[in-house]
């Protein structure tokens, strides 16, 4: 029951540097979420998507790049890391349930600790 | 435009009290709610959920929240606190047709010994 994984837990980038950050689920859920957690600011929403193929943006995309291109793959690019981009990342995934697409709860990974120097 | 709103970033309770963590919403149209848990260094938990039915909703570790429509509230109760619900609860609101969660910012629950 591996649920939803991201890899890696830690790492630390130079300002400038890029990277990608993995989420991978096993549940077949169609929708799939990136949160970045900051200290008494809660999650905020950078992207999301509602199947493969498609992704948009949330509260907090600049400086972001996602794509899906198979159901169980959501992986988060940052291309010229920022000190600002130093947070936890979460990876979640969801499923809809009855006819009028409403979310049933999210399932989220164990968290990636990003800090930008 | 959904939002959800917790007050009170803190809160301290003895180990025995009532816990009582408080959680607003706003929506125009009917909402489900959530109620996570964060332990240290660990992802989110699902605590409970509201999806329409029951009004009254119970969860793990003896936790439960009241879904109040005419106050816009679902807040959450424990009525004697342990040690290890300790932690950070997160109230989360989704609406048909949004297909995402908008989290508030969190109360971190302090049990005193």
């Known amino acids: 029951n591996a649920g939803v994984t991201q890899t890696p837990k830690f790492r630390i980038l130079k300002i400038g540097q890029s990277m990608t950050l993995q989420c991978a689920q096993d549940m077949n859920h169609n929708y799939m979420y990136w949160y970045r957690q900051d200290p008494g600011m809660g999650l905020k929403l950078i992207y999301y998507s509602v199947g493969a193929g498609i992704t948009d943006k949330g509260e907090v995309p600049n400086g972001y790049n996602v794509s899906r291109s198979t159901t169980e793959d959501f992986p988060l690019r940052l291309e010229l890391a920022a000190p600002s981009q130093t947070s936890v990342y979460f990876c979640?995934?969801?499923?809809?349930?009855?006819?009028?697409?409403?979310?049933?709860?999210?399932?989220f990974g164990q968290g990636t600790r990003l800090t930008v120097v | 435009a959904q939002s959800v709103t917790q007050l009170g970033s803190h809160v301290s309770v003895s180990e025995g009290a009532l816990v009582l963590l408080r959680c607003n919403y706003s929506?125009?149209?009917?909402?489900?709610l959530f109620w996570y848990v964060q332990y240290p260094n660990q992802g989110l938990q699902l605590l409970l959920k509201?999806?329409?039915?029951?009004?009254l909703v119970k969860g793990i570790n003896g936790f439960e929240a009241e879904f109040k429509k005419s106050e816009t509230s679902f807040h959450l109760t424990k009525p004697s606190a342990h040690m290890s619900d300790a932690a950070e609860y997160f109230c989360?609101?989704?609406?048909?047709?949004?297909?995402?969660?908008?989290f508030g910012t969190g109360t971190r629950l302090k049990v005193l010994a």
């Open positions: 979640a995934s969801s499923y809809s349930i009855g006819l009028d697409g409403l979310l049933t709860e999210a399932f």
């Open positions: 929506s125009s149209v009917p909402p489900y």
């Open positions: 989360a609101v989704t609406t048909s047709g949004t297909y995402k969660y908008i």
């Open positions: 509201y999806t329409s039915a029951a009004t």
